[in-house]
């Protein structure tokens, strides 16, 4: 089956900077990544996705990159806030109708 | 947006006790919802996929007996711990696929946090 691993678990910014989460996979049929952000004692919330077709996805200060060769991708946020604290999961899928496998998490820490 | 709603959101009770979680998508139909147990600090671990009115699919090692699922609608998934013990104390959360969207991404509710004593 597939097997999502995500670095670093742990991560600590200072306001303004940016943060980088990547996470590799090693099944080369999944072709779904998206990105989940979870609040202490909350769900996973969505806040972007990408597809295989798709190098590159941008939303505001969050964007994601995938390079299929290499099997990875990466989060990238910009002009970290404090509010941008949370758990962040990649997650892969082989289509849309299976499941989803999870990375380990990011613990992100944004200091004021 | 897709919303799905999970209640109740936390529960405490008492060894032996059975304890039931719904899952509800609130604004779409859903045949598939998935329930995940997250250990404080971990990963969401899949427990089981939910099939509209059929019989749930199980991971390996989650005991059937233990969590029952029951997706009885296209909008109502439930979880059922009989016969809880300590052990089973954890952080329920179920997700919802939205066709709409072409099942993608999944809807994730709020999540229970489940206390037994």
């Known amino acids: 089956g597939e097997n999502v691993e995500q670095h670093p678990s742990t991560l600590s910014v200072q306001e303004g900077d940016s943060a980088v989460i990547k996470c590799t996979y090693s099944d080369s049929a999944s072709n779904y990544f998206p990105w989940y952000k979870q609040e202490l004692g909350k769900g996973p919330q969505l806040i972007i996705d990408i597809r295989s077709n798709v190098g590159e996805k941008k939303d505001q200060r969050i964007a994601v990159t995938l390079n299929k060769t290499a099997k990875h991708f990466s989060l990238h946020i910009t002009e970290t806030q404090p509010e941008d604290s949370a758990v962040y999961f990649c997650a892969a899928s082989m289509g849309t109708g299976n499941q989803f496998y999870f990375g380990t998490g990011t613990s992100l820490t944004v200091i004021p | 947006g897709a919303v799905v709603s999970q209640h109740p959101s936390r529960v405490i009770c008492k060894s032996g006790t059975s304890v039931k979680i719904e899952c509800r998508s609130l604004d779409f139909q859903a045949t598939t919802m998935f329930w995940y147990r997250q250990f404080p600090k971990q990963s969401l671990m899949l427990m089981a996929t939910?099939?509209?009115?059929?019989?749930?699919?199980?991971e390996q090692g989650v005991e059937k007996d233990k969590f029952l699922i029951n997706h009885a609608s296209l909008t109502l998934s439930t979880l059922t711990v009989t016969s809880a013990h300590p052990e089973d104390s954890s952080f329920y959360i179920c997700s919802a696929r939205d066709l709409r969207t072409g099942g993608q991404p999944q809807h994730f509710g709020d999540g229970t946090r489940l206390s037994i004593l």
């Open positions: 939910s099939n509209e009115g059929s019989k749930a699919t199980y």
